[in-house]
Nanobody, 120 residues
Framework: QVQLVESGGGLVQPGGSLRLSCAAS????????MAWYRQIPGKQREWVAS??????DYADSVKGRFTIDGDNAKNTVYLQMNSLKPEDTAVYYC???????????????WGQGTQVIVSS
């Protein structure tokens, strides 16, 4: 019914940049928030950044280096990652809180993940 498709991951050297994209499609009435999470094998998935209701928020570990922004017309969210560090290596997941119908509570959806590797 709703799909989130991420792109933009890859291999980058320390200090480099990557831009991730996440496009939502399907029977969407409106999107409440969109966010990025990341996960290292064997560890819990951690929140990275979110955008919605006119505000953006960032985890302390990425503040000043990552920027989240969105294109409402395209139901797409981006994560610009600068000054990347080896510890940013993870699978990055897109998350969205989506209203399928007016009057219903929002539902949470996840993308399939995109791998980011920061290594020399």
């Amino acid at each position: 019914q709703v799909q989130l498709v991420e792109s933009g991951g890859g291999l980058v050297q320390p200090g480099g940049s990557l831009r991730l994209s996440c496009a939502a499609s399907g029977s969407i009435f409106s999107i409440v928030t969109m966010a990025w999470y990341r996960q290292i094998p064997g560890k819990q998935r951690e929140w990275v950044a979110s955008i919605g209701s006119g505000r953006t928020d960032y985890a302390d570990s990425v503040k000043g280096r990552f920027t989240i922004d969105g294109d409402n017309a395209k139901n797409t969210v981006y994560l610009q990652m600068n000054s990347l560090k080896p510890e940013d290596t993870a699978v990055y997941y897109c998350n969205a809180e989506i209203l399928l119908l007016l009057g219903l509570p929002p539902s949470a959806y996840w993308g399939q993940g995109t791998q980011v590797i920061v290594s020399s």
